[in-house]
C-alpha cells in the first residue's frame, strides 16, 4: 500500500492535501500527512514499522498506549508550568485500533504532532543543550513511578552493550563482505580500536547484575532530533519516536543524548577533525537534566554517568562498523562506505570524550 492510501485509513477528518516524507531515520520509513477540514488543517505522522527490525510491531503500540496515557494524566494533574506546556504524541487510531496492517503484511501507525514546535539535527548552542537535558530528564521523571513489568522488550539486547559486541564477533567469524574487509584500510585500524576497548563493554551490565544500578523504563533513542522544540519560545516541551522505549538502563538514554547534543559536527560528518565532545554543551544539558532529576537520580546512577557517555559512543560506533561488514543490514544508508564513516565519527568522538573525562565527571558531580 502506498503512503497517501494508508493515511487515509486512520482516523482523521478532513480530505488528504499532501503526504511527504520527513526526517532522516535509519530504520522506519516516515512521513508527515496533511489533511484539510472546514478550513482548519490537520497535520499527522504516519510511520511504516521496519518489520525486520521490529519483530513485533505490535508490541511498540502496546508499550505507547501505556506510556502516553500514563505521561497524559500526569501532566494534567501538574500544577501548570508557566513557561512551557509539555506534549507527547498521541495514538490516531484506525477503526478504533492502534495501528494497521495492509494488504502486503506492512505495519502502519499513526500518531499527532506537537504543533508549532521543531527538533533539529545538531545542538544549536548552550540553551539548546540545556532545553534537550530539561526534556530527556522530564521524561524519566513522569515515567519514573511505573512499573517495568508491563512493557514488551521490543528489542532484545538493544542498548546492551555485550551483545552488540558479540553480534560483531560473530560477524568477524564469517558473516561479513570480504571485499570491504579487504580494501578499506580504515578496517584494520577499527578493529584495533574495538580490541583495544574490550575491558570497558561490561561496566554497566555488571553494576545492574550486582544491584548498583537499577532497570527503568528508558526512551531508548534521545537524540537531539527527537527533541521537540517550541517554535515561539525556544523551550523543550517533548520527546518523539517512542518506538524503543523499554526496560533498561537510564544511563543509556543519558550518555546516547550526550554523544547526540554534544558533537556539533554531527553523525554524518566527513571531516573528523571537526568531530568532538564539547564539555559546554554537557554542562547545560548536565544542569537541564538535573533540574528534573532530583527526585529519582541516586549517587549509584551518579557514579555510572560518565562511563555510559563514553560507552555508548562506543556502542554505537561498535554497531555502525559490524553492519558496514554485514552489508549494511540493519541501518539505512545514503552512499557506499556511509556506514564506515559514522563508525568512525564515533569512535573519534569516544576518544574525544576520554580525554575530557575529569572535566565530565566534574560537570557530572557538581
Same mark, same amino acid.
Given at each position: 500500500?502506498?503512503?497517501?492510501? &494508508?493515511?487515509?485509513?486512520?482516523?482523521?477528518?478532513?480530505?488528504?492535501?499532501?503526504?511527504?516524507?520527513?526526517?532522516?531515520?535509519?530504520?522506519?520509513? %516516515?512521513?508527515?500527512?496533511?489533511?484539510?477540514?472546514?478550513?482548519?488543517?490537520?497535520?499527522? =505522522?504516519?510511520?511504516?514499522?521496519?518489520?525486520?527490525?521490529?519483530? +513485533?510491531?505490535?508490541?511498540?503500540?502496546? /508499550?505507547?498506549?501505556? =506510556?502516553?496515557?500514563?505521561?497524559?494524566?500526569?501532566?494534567?494533574?501538574?500544577?501548570?508550568?508557566?513557561? !512551557?506546556?509539555?506534549?507527547?504524541?498521541?495514538?490516531?487510531?484506525? /477503526?478504533?485500533?492502534?495501528?494497521?496492517?495492509?494488504?502486503?503484511?506492512?505495519?502502519?501507525?499513526?500518531?499527532?504532532?506537537?504543533?508549532?514546535?521543531?527538533?533539529?539535527?545538531?545542538? !544549536?548552542?548552550?540553551? +539548546?543543550?540545556?532545553?534537550?537535558?530539561?526534556?530527556?530528564?522530564?521524561?524519566?521523571? %513522569?515515567?519514573?513511578?511505573?512499573?517495568?513489568?508491563?512493557?514488551?522488550?521490543?528489542?532484545?539486547?538493544?542498548?546492551?552493550?555485550? +551483545? @552488540?559486541?558479540?553480534?560483531?564477533?560473530?560477524?568477524?567469524?564469517? /558473516?561479513?563482505?570480504?571485499?570491504?574487509?579487504?580494501?578499506?584500510?580504515?578496517?584494520?585500524?577499527?578493529?584495533?580500536?574495538?580490541?583495544?576497548?574490550?575491558?570497558?563493554?561490561?561496566? #554497566?551490565?555488571?553494576?545492574?547484575?550486582?544491584?548498583e544500578l537499577?532497570?527503568?523504563?528508558?526512551?531508548?533513542?534521545?537524540?537531539?532530533? /527527537?527533541?521537540?522544540?517550541?517554535?515561539?519560545?525556544?523551550?523543550?516541551?517533548?520527546?518523539?519516536?517512542?518506538?524503543?522505549?523499554?526496560?533498561?538502563l537510564l544511563? @543509556?538514554?543519558?550518555?546516547?543524548?550526550?554523544?547526540?547534543?554534544?558533537?556539533?559536527?554531527?553523525?554524518?560528518?566527513?571531516?573528523?577533525?571537526?568531530?568532538?565532545?564539547? %564539555?559546554?554543551?554537557?554542562?547545560s544539558f548536565?544542569?537541564?537534566?538535573?533540574?528534573?532529576?532530583?527526585?529519582?537520580?541516586?549517587? &549509584?546512577?551518579?557514579?555510572?554517568?560518565?562511563?555510559?557517555?563514553? #560507552?555508548?559512543?562506543?556502542?554505537?560506533?561498535?554497531?555502525?562498523?559490524?553492519?558496514?561488514?554485514?552489508?549494511?543490514? @540493519?541501518?539505512?544508508?545514503?552512499?557506499?562506505?556511509?556506514?564506515?564513516? !559514522?563508525?568512525?565519527?564515533?569512535?573519534?568522538?569516544?576518544?574525544?570524550? &576520554?580525554?575530557?573525562?575529569?572535566?565530565?565527571?566534574?560537570?557530572?558531580?557538581?
Open positions: 500500500m502506498q503512503p497517501a492510501s &494508508a493515511a487515509r485509513e486512520f482516523d482523521i477528518q478532513g480530505r488528504l492535501v499532501n503526504i511527504d516524507i520527513v526526517g532522516q531515520g535509519n530504520v522506519n520509513d %516516515t512521513y508527515q500527512a496533511v489533511f484539510r477540514a472546514g478550513g482548519s488543517v490537520k497535520r499527522m =505522522i504516519l510511520q511504516r514499522i521496519n518489520k525486520n527490525v521490529f519483530e +513485533h510491531p505490535n508490541w511498540i503500540m502496546d /508499550n505507547m498506549r501505556y =506510556i502516553t496515557d500514563h505521561v497524559l494524566k500526569k501532566f494534567s494533574n501538574e500544577p501548570d508550568d508557566k513557561t !512551557r506546556e509539555w506534549g507527547i504524541p498521541k495514538i490516531i487510531t484506525h /477503526n478504533g485500533a492502534d495501528f494497521m496492517i495492509d494488504e502486503d503484511g506492512n505495519f502502519w501507525r499513526a500518531m499527532t504532532m506537537i504543533d508549532d514546535a521543531n527538533s533539529y539535527a545538531k545542538v !544549536r548552542n548552550v540553551e +539548546h543543550a540545556y532545553e534537550v537535558g530539561i526534556v530527556l530528564g522530564c521524561f524519566h521523571r %513522569t515515567v519514573s513511578d511505573l512499573s517495568c513489568d508491563k512493557l514488551h522488550d521490543t528489542l532484545p539486547g538493544f542498548h546492551v552493550t555485550p +551483545h @552488540y559486541l558479540t553480534k560483531y564477533d560473530k560477524t568477524l567469524d564469517g /558473516n561479513y563482505d570480504k571485499e570491504r574487509m579487504e580494501s578499506v584500510p580504515d578496517v584494520k585500524r577499527l578493529i584495533r580500536f574495538i580490541n583495544n576497548r574490550r575491558n570497558i563493554v561490561n561496566l #554497566l551490565e555488571n553494576a545492574l547484575q550486582d544491584g537499577q532497570t527503568r523504563i528508558i526512551h531508548g533513542d534521545p537524540k537531539v532530533d /527527537n527533541i521537540m522544540i517550541d517554535n515561539f519560545t525556544g523551550y523543550g516541551i517533548g520527546i518523539i519516536d517512542l518506538d524503543t522505549v523499554k526496560p533498561g544511563h @543509556y538514554d543519558f550518555g546516547d543524548a550526550l554523544r547526540s547534543a554534544c558533537n556539533p559536527a554531527g553523525e554524518d560528518e566527513t571531516d573528523l577533525d571537526s568531530v568532538f565532545f564539547d %564539555t559546554n554543551l554537557c554542562s548536565v544542569e537541564g537534566y538535573m533540574a528534573q532529576a532530583i527526585d529519582f537520580i541516586t549517587e &549509584a546512577d551518579r557514579y555510572y554517568l560518565f562511563d555510559a557517555i563514553h #560507552l555508548i559512543t562506543f556502542e554505537l560506533g561498535l554497531r555502525f562498523f559490524q553492519d558496514y561488514l554485514a552489508g549494511d543490514k @540493519y541501518f539505512k544508508v545514503r552512499f557506499e562506505g556511509h556506514n564506515l564513516n !559514522r563508525a568512525k565519527v564515533q569512535f573519534k568522538l569516544c576518544e574525544s570524550i &576520554a580525554a575530557n573525562e575529569k572535566a565530565i565527571r566534574e560537570i557530572i558531580n557538581t
